[in-house]
């Protein structure tokens, strides 16, 4: 109809949140929003990750090459990769890495001098900015040395060396997997579950035990005083249908009837710990929102053209 609004507001709601962990519901929009959010969360959330290794000295086992690799893989804290520049668009510099706008520079310089193997970890790694730096798994409650000693990248026997230089950079997933801010982003569709009580009293006890347990999951149980069954965790449904063959096997049909919801969405967010669940989620919308408004920019231009002809397009050059 001419003048209608298609329009949907989506709203969020946290379920929980931690500094490497987020689970949330996106609810009243449709799955093309959920996986758009999804997969820019995993490719286009821009991280920082070092690029440039330059070796200047290595006498360990591992090779230059498989070194750098290992470097690269490395997650550092990338609190201001949205603010900074990339480094093909930077006009500052010219790629040697030391430049404030586009990368971060690392040296690394160990030597082991004893008869005991010496890790070499990313906590050897030094930064030119302390707002870029190795993330730090450790965990502070721990008193165990060994447990806070960083991402190992070579260990090293006496008289061996490692030193080198290394330039991280800003990217995005989509260029290499080391600039992923995310380990893990899913989403499922949220389970509306009916069971058909009339159809249920029929059954036996033994029957609803046989029934309740063909699911993988627990997601029904009975009730000990009443005998009925009921549902105790509808997220753990896993859509796969084991439930209603069962039903339909005890000749049962319409015993149980599961809809996915098309318009509400259960988010699970994991980070790599460059950057937080929740700002890797608030950057992932932001970097969205760029591209839907560069989409209705283009479409606005198709619109100019349409309109005034060969002159709209002169106007912006073609």
């Known amino acids: 109809m001419e003048g209608a609004s298609y329009a949907r507001m989506p709203r969020v709601k946290i379920r929980e949140l931690k500094d490497d962990y987020a689970k949330f519901e996106l609810r009243d929009t449709d799955a093309s929003i959920a996986n758009a959010l999804r997969r820019v969360m995993i490719a286009e959330v821009p991280t920082i990750a070092i690029d440039l290794v330059e070796i200047e ?53 160990v030597k082991c001098m004893t008869d005991q193997t010496l890790d070499v970890s990313s906590k050897d790694l030094y930064s030119s900015d302390h707002s870029v730096v190795p993330v730090d798994f450790s965990d502070p409650a721990a008193t165990d040395s060994s447990e806070n000693r960083g991402v190992i990248i070579v260990k090293l026997r006496r008289g061996q060396e490692l030193r080198l230089r290394a330039i991280a950079r800003k990217g995005i997933g989509k260029d290499h997997a080391k600039w992923s801010p995310a380990a893990t982003v899913t989403f499922m569709y949220e389970p ?31 009730d000990p005083v009443t005998q009925q069954v009921m549902v105790v965790d509808s997220e753990a449904y896993s859509y796969d249908d084991e439930v209603i063959k069962k039903a339909e096997a005890m000749g049962k049909p319409g015993l149980v009837e599961i809809i996915a919801k098309q318009d509400s969405f259960i988010f699970t967010v994991e980070s790599t710990g460059a950057i937080k669940a929740s700002q890797l989620v608030l ?31 002169h106007m912006r050059g073609g």
């Open 57 to 109: 000295v290595n006498s360990s086992v591992l090779n230059d090459e498989f070194i750098a690799h290992r470097l690269g893989l490395i997650p550092l804290t990338s609190e201001r990769a949205m603010s900074m520049r990339f480094s093909r668009d930077c006009d500052a510099c010219d790629g040697d890495g030391q430049c404030e706008f586009c990368s971060v520079e690392f040296h690394l310089r």
């Open 192 to 222: 509306e579950i009916h069971i058909n009580e009339d159809l249920m009293e029929t059954l036996t006890l033994e029957e609803k035990r046989e029934w309740v347990d063909s699911s993988p999951t627990r997601v029904f149980d009975i």
């Open 283 to 313: 950057n992932a919308i932001e970097i969205l929102k760029q591209k839907l408004d560069a989409v209705r920019l283009s479409e606005d231009t198709v619109e100019a053209d349409d309109q005034f002809g060969e002159l709209g397009a």
